[in-house]
């Protein structure tokens, strides 16, 4: 074996000579992990994603096929890629990167020459639904940041469809903080189809050598008076909110630290007045939304920063201009005590404490203790940027933010996440100031000290910060505690929490075995995800599977690269520390044709059986992800010009929530009719769906209204008119519709169709209504009393309000965009 600095380097067929340090815990994770579905738990910065290098190494080397590596951010896939690229013997050109800046068509034919895919989930997630890639020949899938697999994270679904869709699955599951406790590390093992669990903390011997002390201290600040009277302010306006929805009996509190889980009860309670169509449901609901505004502005207030809480403000009166503004909007800008705040944040010219805290501790580090690096982590974005320029003035400091716009605040794209990144690891400047984006995973250099600019609730998200410090030398992390306010909760919060994940981990370890025997237990019913033939061979080179992998590699035309060289004859990852020749000890020191190394197979678009397609826009919800499981029916995604589905050559759908087909009758959006009456156009046979209970008691409009759209869809527009309970329901009827067209019928699915062009008159309507997002019941009342366009934007204030609809806030709000400078 090769020795790099005295210091034994691993060997394997597919691993660059001489890279990777022996390390016996991450050879002995590897092994494990080749050998079953495993998830993988290992302290930050001790290196998961070797351990998953190592597995797809021998995977490739020993089966062949394809490799896939998921994790949550771009940043984080581009930093897997790098690596893997460095690590891997693999050609470079074959280690691809799919982020939504990759084409779909693009994506499908790296695909298909790739050997290792490094990807964002839900990029798979679309490529998948669409039909473009097939997971059958990818031998092994890591979900990095596994924790993340609840819910309807788009994890889960690929995990299905791989365990399904595989001919020879193997998954490995990472994080160094896969749960808070044993009910949720079993809901990430189960969504994953994960069978064993293999855990290494820092007081194992082996990884002991590698960690360093972190040392917590948390600096508790104290506000002053003028923030205190702001907070206090707005508390007196919640508590009043409060007590109105006492009066409606949702509740027996008027606090305005009312807890989350009280909010949650309250709006259980009001929803239930709703389905009784009793007006004190909707009226509650309206308050409730005010109050978690109103908390909103306390939290800023209180743990962020006076001028974040102007910027939170500042939205809040835009948000109210708007046309088709809430109610709760409305009256949270138009409360006396509220604009009484709003005035004194406005007069507030002091610093906030945590801002005064913030750079003293940082000249602290960089200067008397002469540090390099220091990174800020906080919540909001808006603190981002003000703690962003004004510590700017003190120290070289950038900030490092998702990919998002926000109102006052441009999101970061990759390449430049990638380029500040790498200015701070080279010293380029002293201050990283991030958001939750640089939590997870990424390869943050080795930093003098963390700083949390707030606690932050989950033992998860604290785990994840504090990995950024404390790898190769004693760590330093500072927590900042604004006294008396919600910084407290979450501080209790976090280190119960903390305590209770070390324990579970503790606990986890000591009873892996027992956790796996239970996983295969709850799985037993092998059709949760594996198919009976590869559930118990999947984790294992079974020799028949082996022969028709390379088979069909040799019918490819590679008979050299098939099985990545597994007739090297060496066996399995125990080939990784095998005693070096010298007598060393073991281990001591330490998206269109099918590429080389694929199982060659029909392509997505020979799939037999029933078609839907559809539109891009559609997959926010499950419908979409719900179809592409069902047996012979596959999905292709478009970009649809008219439609949401196409299920035939003659029936396109239109699918709308009830709260979207009820937005139509009160103004906010008359796109609707638009969109049935394209469909109309080019469909025989146009279906609406309407999806959603409460078509007639959700909103306070009146039935007839209803039943006079409904009317105009049935009768102006020639279309059916379905109803469904949910997303659910929704997927069953486009099956059946999709089955009855295709199969019974025999009809083909044709995309055609475009949207029809708007008329003058249209397109007048369409330029008045976006000014201040009138409206297209307001913009036709506006050119009907002006008479055209030009005369709509030279009228003054009072001349706008004597139109039915707009307003004294509307007609400002008109003149302020048209008669404003513009500043780019």
Request: with cysteine.
């Amino acid at each position: 074996m090769a020795a790099t600095d005295e210091v034994d380097s691993i060997e394997h067929p597919l691993l660059t000579p001489g890279l990777l340090q022996q390390r016996r815990y991450q050879l002995s994770l590897a092994d494990a992990a080749t050998d079953g579905h495993t998830l993988v738990c290992l302290p930050t910065g001790l290196g998961k994603t070797t351990v998953s290098l190592l597995v797809t190494a021998e995977r490739l080397h020993e089966v062949g096929g394809k490799s896939l590596l998921l994790a949550p951010t771009k940043p984080l896939v581009q930093q897997h890629a790098e690596f893997y690229r460095e690590a891997l013997t693999i050609p470079d050109e074959e280690i691809v990167v799919f982020t939504g800046e990759v084409s779909p068509d693009d994506r499908t034919a790296l695909w298909d020459y790739s050997t290792v895919v490094i990807a964002t989930p839900q990029v798979v997630e679309n490529d998948l639904v669409g039909n473009r890639i097939s997971l059958s020949d990818v031998t092994h899938i890591t979900f990095d940041e596994c924790h993340r697999a609840t819910g309807d994270y788009a994890y889960n679904y690929i995990a299905e469809r791989y365990h399904q869709d595989a001919q020879q699955p193997l998954v490995t599951g990472m994080s160094a903080s896969p749960g808070d406790d044993e009910e949720s590390i079993l809901e990430v093992c189960q969504n994953l189809g994960l069978r064993d669990v293999e855990v290494m903390t820092e007081e194992d011997a082996d990884v002991a050598e590698y960690t360093h002390e972190t040392t917590v201290n948390w600096e508790r600040v104290e506000l002053p008076e003028p923030v205190v009277e702001i907070r206090d302010a707005i508390n007196e306006v919640i508590a009043d909110r409060m007590e109105k929805l006492k009066q409606l009996n949702v509740t027996n509190t008027t606090q305005p630290d009312v807890s989350e889980r009280e909010i949650q009860q309250i709006q259980g309670k009001l929803r239930r007045l709703m389905d009784n169509d009793q007006s004190e449901g909707y009226q509650g609901m309206s308050m409730l939304a005010e109050i978690r505004k109103l908390r909103t502005a306390v939290t800023y207030a209180e743990t962020q920063s006076v001028e974040s809480l102007r910027r939170y403000f500042e939205r809040q009166k835009n948000a109210a201009r708007a046309s088709g503004s809430s109610k709760a909007s409305q009256r949270l800008v138009s409360e006396p005590k509220v604009r009484e705040a709003m005035r004194k944040a406005e007069n507030f010219d002091d610093l906030h404490p945590k801002f005064r805290r913030t750079r003293i501790l940082l000249a602290e580090t960089l200067g008397i203790e002469d540090g390099e690096r220091v990174i800020v982590f906080t919540e909001s974005r808006d603190t981002a940027e003000t703690l962003t320029d004004f510590l700017g003035e003190h120290f070289e400091t950038q900030r490092f933010v998702g990919q998002s716009d926000t109102e006052g605040s441009e999101g970061m794209t990759q390449t430049e996440q990638q380029d500040t990144l790498d200015a701070f690891r080279n010293g380029e400047f002293e201050v990283l100031i991030s958001t939750s984006v640089a939590e997870e995973g990424l390869d943050v250099p080795e930093v003098d000290m963390v700083l949390f600019y707030e606690p932050v609730p989950t033992a998860i998200r604290s785990i994840q910060r504090k990995g950024r410090t404390g790898r190769q030398t004693e760590g330093k992390v500072t927590v900042l505690l604004a006294e008396n306010t919600r910084d407290e909760a979450y501080f209790w919060k976090s280190r119960q929490d903390e305590k209770r994940m070390e324990q579970e981990l503790r606990n986890l370890k000591s009873m892996a075995g027992e956790l796996t025997a239970e996983l295969i237990g709850e799985q037993a019913s092998v059709a949760d995800f594996d198919r009976e033939t590869g559930a118990e061979t999947s984790a294992q080179t079974d020799d028949s599977k082996t022969e028709d992998v390379e088979r069909a590699a040799s019918e490819e035309g590679d008979t050299e690269q098939g099985t990545r060289g597994s007739a090297d004859g060496q066996a399995g990852l125990e080939a990784f520390a095998e005693p070096a020749r010298d007598g060393t000890e073991d281990g001591e020191s330490d998206d269109e044709t099918d590429g080389d190394g694929v199982v060659a197979e029909a392509s997505p678009d020979e799939t037999e059986g029933v078609e839907v397609v559809v539109d891009q826009r559609e997959l926010d919800s499950t419908i979409a992800r719900d179809l592409s499981k069902r047996e012979e029916l596959t999905t292709r995604l478009e970009t649809l010009a008219v439609g949401d589905y196409v299920l035939s050559d003659r029936v396109a759908v239109e699918r709308k929530t009830v709260a979207d087909f009820l937005d139509t009758l009160t103004g906010s959006d008359r796109s609707m009719f638009e969109q049935v009456g394209d469909a109309s156009r080019h469909y025989a046979r146009p279906v609406v769906v309407l999806e959603g209970e409460g078509l007639f008691g959700s909103r306070n409009v009146h039935p007839n209204a209803i039943r006079g759209a409904l009317s105009a869809l049935a009768v102006d527009f020639g279309a059916s008119v379905l109803q469904t309970a949910d997303e659910q329901e929704t997927a069953d009827l486009l099956e059946v519709i999709a089955r009855r067209e295709q199969e019974a019928d025999d009809r083909e699915v044709s995309v055609h169709g475009e949207k029809s062009a708007k008329t003058l008159h249209e397109q007048q309507e369409y330029v008045v209504s976006s000014v201040a997002e009138v409206g297209p019941v307001t913009a036709r009342s506006l050119l009907t009393h002006f008479g055209s366009v030009e005369a709509v934007m030279t009228a003054n204030v009072e001349d706008l309000m004597e139109v039915s609809g707009v307003g004294e806030v509307t007609a400002e709000r008109m003149r302020e965009i048209i008669g404003s400078g513009y500043e780019s």
